[in-house]
């Protein structure tokens, strides 16, 4: 029996608005990824407990005077870190921890910023379908409940002992894995539609209910 041959669907290109939202995505991928990456670095240093407090917004301003800075350094010294760890550390040493610590943080409100304002952005507009829409809600919840898992990893240590829970940072680093999956999903699928990577007619295409 002779096979029947569909002809192959144009390729669907990704409209303008699409381009847009797939190139907002993939930049907050990157963003992500370098938060990954500073954060290891700030795990390798031992510098991830040198900011004891969790300040969201009034945090994002670093000490900004000398007495800023003794009463921040004093704060550190109350930790079981500068006791056990770092005992007579100076307040040029503690600068150094200090600073991998607020770029780490810093980071985090950078991508906060660029992934829920272009979001509102694009809402306000009409530019994304509301089914994405809520995709990309729920995932700055999950950047939302990633920050707040930090400050829960980074408080398991300023308890009694200087060491941060390995499974408090393993779900740190999952979630972050998991939003930049969320993200880089969705870039690609908006950049490449259905009808492109599977033309009708085709094996495993979507194809059109019999009438």
Not at 20 to 48: E, N, Q
Not at 199 to 210: D, I, L, N, T, V
Request: net charge positive; hydrophobic share 50%; with cysteine.
């Amino acid at each position: 029996m002779a096979r029947m041959h569909h002809p192959e669907a144009p390729p669907v290109a990704a409209r303008s608005g699409d381009r847009a939202v797939a190139a907002w995505l993939l930049a907050c991928c990157a963003l992500v990824f370098a938060m990954v990456v500073v954060g290891g670095v700030t795990r390798l240093t031992h510098s991830g407990l040198s900011i004891v407090e969790w300040q969201p917004i009034v945090g994002a301003l670093p000490p900004l005077d000398d007495a800023g800075w003794r009463e921040t350094f004093g704060k550190y010294k109350q930790t079981p870190e500068y006791r056990l760890v770092n005992p007579g550390m100076s307040l040029d040493g503690f600068k150094n921890i200090f600073w991998l610590e607020y770029a780490h943080r810093l980071l985090g409100r950078l991508i906060g910023a660029a992934f829920l304002l272009p979001l509102l952005w694009f809402a306000l507009r009409g530019r994304i379908a509301r089914a994405l829409t809520w995709k990309l809600v729920a995932i700055f919840g999950l950047g939302a409940l990633q920050g707040a898992l930090g400050w829960y990893m980074v408080k398991s240590g300023l308890v009694d002992n200087p060491r941060v829970s390995q499974y408090r940072l393993t779900a740190h680093l999952g979630i972050a894995l998991l939003i930049y999956a969320g993200m880089l999903w969705i870039a690609l699928n908006l950049l490449f539609p259905a009808r492109a990577r599977f033309p009708e007619g085709c094996a495993g295409s979507p194809s059109r209910s019999p009438r």
